[in-house]
C-alpha cells in the first residue's frame, strides 16, 4: 500500500521560506508516476504547488514559480518542496500527492496534509 | 486559462440522488476526476477518467461528462457522503492539474 507523509515546520515567519518533506512508502519513487504539492487555505479550495515527474522534470503553477522549488531524494525516496518569500497568504494545509494517469493525472494516493501557519 | 465552475453547495435527502457540477468550456473532451473531501481529512479520489471508480469506492458513486459539464452521481445518499467534491482536470493548455472551486454537499 502506497503511503506518504508530509513533514516540516509548522509555523514559519514572513518573508522566509517554507520547507517540507514528503515521505512515501510502498512504492519506489524513482520507479515512476508524478509526484504533487497541493495546497488548502483555511475554508477554501485545493491548489495545486507544483509536481516532479520521476524522471526528476519539475513542473511549477505559473502564480507560485517564481518562488517554488521542488526536487527529489531517491536515496531516501521523498520529495522536498521549498517556497520562498512566504506571507501569510500562504497559510495553509500543504497536501504531498502521488499522481496517475499520464497525460491527463489524477491524484490517487494522498498524505494525511500538514498546516503550516506564516506568522511572526 | 481553463476555468472550472461548481455550484457551491447542493443539499439531498438521505436515500435520494445527489448531481454535482462541472462546468468548462468544451470539458467533454478532458477527463474529469472527482475527491471527496471531509472536515479535517486530505481528498479521496473517489472518480477517474470521468466515470471509473478506484478500489474501494462504492457503486453509488458514478461519473459522466458530456458537452460543457461533467456530473458526478451520487445514488443513495447516506450521512456519510456529507463532504465536499472536487473535480479536477488536467489543462493541457498549461500542463499542470486544475482543480473546481469545490461543492459542499449537505445531506438534509
Known amino acids: 500500500q502506497v503511503q506518504l507523509q508530509e513533514s516540516g515546520p509548522g509555523l514559519v515567519k514572513p518573508s522566509e521560506t517554507l520547507s517540507l518533506t514528503c515521505a512515501v512508502s510502498?512504492?519506489?519513487?524513482?520507479?515512476?508516476?508524478?509526484w504533487g504539492w497541493i495546497r488548502q487555505p483555511p475554508g477554501k479550495g485545493l491548489e495545486w504547488i507544483g509536481s516532479i515527474y520521476h524522471s526528476g522534470s519539475t513542473y511549477y503553477n505559473p502564480s507560485l514559480k517564481s518562488r517554488v522549488t521542488i526536487s527529489v531524494d531517491t536515496s531516501k525516496n521523498q520529495f522536498s518542496l521549498k517556497l520562498s518569500s512566504v506571507t501569510a497568504a500562504d497559510t495553509a494545509v500543504y497536501y504531498c500527492?502521488?499522481?496517475?494517469?499520464?497525460?491527463?493525472?489524477?491524484?490517487?494516493?494522498w498524505g494525511q496534509g500538514t498546516l503550516v501557519t506564516v506568522s511572526s | 486559462s481553463y476555468v472550472l465552475t461548481q455550484p457551491p453547495s447542493v443539499s439531498v435527502a438521505p436515500g435520494q440522488t445527489a448531481r454535482i457540477t462541472c462546468g468548462g468550456n468544451n470539458i467533454g473532451s478532458k477527463s474529469v476526476h472527482w475527491y471527496q473531501q471531509k472536515p479535517g481529512q486530505a481528498p479521496v479520489l473517489v472518480v477517474y477518467?470521468?466515470?471509473d471508480r478506484p478500489s474501494g469506492i462504492p457503486e453509488r458513486f458514478s461519473g459522466s461528462n458530456s458537452g460543457n459539464t461533467a456530473t458526478l452521481t451520487i445514488s443513495r445518499v447516506e450521512a456519510g457522503d456529507e463532504a465536499d467534491y472536487y473535480c479536477q482536470v488536467w489543462d493541457s493548455s498549461s500542463d499542470h492539474p486544475l482543480f473546481g472551486g469545490g461543492t459542499k454537499l449537505t445531506v438534509l
Open positions: 510502498g512504492y519506489s519513487i524513482s520507479s515512476g508516476y508524478y
Open positions: 500527492a502521488r499522481g496517475d494517469g499520464i497525460p491527463e493525472i489524477y491524484f490517487d494516493y
Open positions: 477518467d470521468d466515470s
